[in-house]
C-alpha cells in the first residue's frame, strides 16, 4: 500500500510568519512531488513541484525534498491570511501516472 | 496547464437514483482520473479512464457502482449508481500530462443524496 503522510494539523501561524508544511512518503520509485493548495468548497489548485533533491524556490514559496529520507516539505515565508486553505501533498506512485494524495494540513494564518 | 469543465457543479439527488457528471478537457490527454473527496477527507482514487478500453478501478471500487465512459480523447464521465447518503462527496476529474507531470482538477461535483 502507497501511503503518503501529513501532519495532521491543524496548523495556526501568525501573519508575516513562516509555515512549515511536511510530508513523508512509502514508495521508494517516486519520482514527482507536488504541493496542491485547496480552499474550502475549491478543488486542488498546484503550488509547486520538485523532482530532485534539495530546494526549489518560487516567491514565498519553497519545496524540499530529500528522497533518501522520503520526506518532502512545503515552507511558506511571510504567511498571509489569504494562506489559509488545505495543503496537500501528492507523490506520483511509481510505475504509473497516478498520483497519491495526503490527508493534508489545514493552514490558518491570523492577521 | 488544462482547462478541465465539470459539470454538474453540484447536485441533491434522492437515493437510490444515478447521477452522471461529465468532464471536458481543452486538449486531448491519454488517462483522466476520478476521485472522491468525502467531507473533511483527502482525496481518493476511484478509477483511471483510458480512451478505447475498460477503465481501471482502484481497490474498493467497481464498475457497477461507479461506470465509466471515455469516448474520445478529451471527454468523459462518471455514473455514480443506485445511491444512498453515503455516496455524499465531491467528485473531481483529473488528467495530467504523462508520467510523473502534475495533475489538474476540474471544479468537481458536490452531490448529496437525500
Known amino acids: 500500500q502507497k501511503e503518503v503522510e501529513q501532519n495532521s494539523g491543524p496548523l495556526s501561524v501568525p501573519e508575516g510568519a513562516i509555515a512549515s508544511l511536511n510530508c513523508t512518503y512509502s514508495?521508494?520509485?517516486?519520482?514527482?512531488f507536488f504541493w496542491y493548495r485547496q480552499y474550502s468548497g475549491k478543488s486542488p489548485e498546484l503550488i509547486m513541484f520538485?523532482?530532485?533533491?534539495g530546494d526549489k524556490e518560487d516567491g514565498r514559496f519553497t519545496a524540499q525534498l530529500n528522497k533518501a529520507s522520503q520526506y518532502v516539505s512545503l515552507l511558506i515565508r511571510d504567511s498571509q491570511p489569504s494562506d489559509s486553505a488545505t495543503y496537500l501533498c501528492a507523490v506520483n506512485q511509481g510505475g504509473s501516472e497516478k498520483l497519491v494524495f495526503g490527508k493534508g494540513t489545514k493552514l490558518t494564518v491570523n492577521p | 496547464s488544462a482547462v478541465i469543465s465539470q459539470k454538474p457543479s453540484r447536485d441533491i439527488c434522492q437515493r437510490g437514483t444515478s447521477l452522471t457528471i461529465q468532464c471536458q478537457v481543452d486538449?486531448?490527454?491519454?488517462?483522466m482520473f476520478w476521485y472522491r473527496q468525502q467531507p473533511g477527507q483527502s482525496l481518493t482514487l476511484i478509477a483511471t479512464a483510458n480512451q478505447g478500453s475498460e477503465a481501471t478501478y482502484e481497490s474498493g471500487f467497481v464498475i457497477d457502482k461507479f461506470p465509466i465512459s471515455r469516448p474520445n480523447l478529451t471527454f468523459s464521465t462518471l455514473t455514480v449508481s443506485n445511491m444512498s447518503p453515503e455516496d455524499s462527496s465531491i467528485y473531481l476529474c483529473?488528467?495530467?500530462?504523462?508520467?510523473?507531470?502534475?495533475?489538474?482538477f476540474g471544479q468537481g461535483t458536490r452531490l448529496t443524496v437525500v
Open positions: 486538449s486531448q490527454v491519454t488517462m
Open positions: 483529473s488528467v495530467n500530462r504523462g508520467y510523473g507531470a502534475e495533475a489538474f
Open positions: 514508495d521508494r520509485g517516486s519520482q514527482s
Open positions: 520538485i523532482y530532485s533533491n
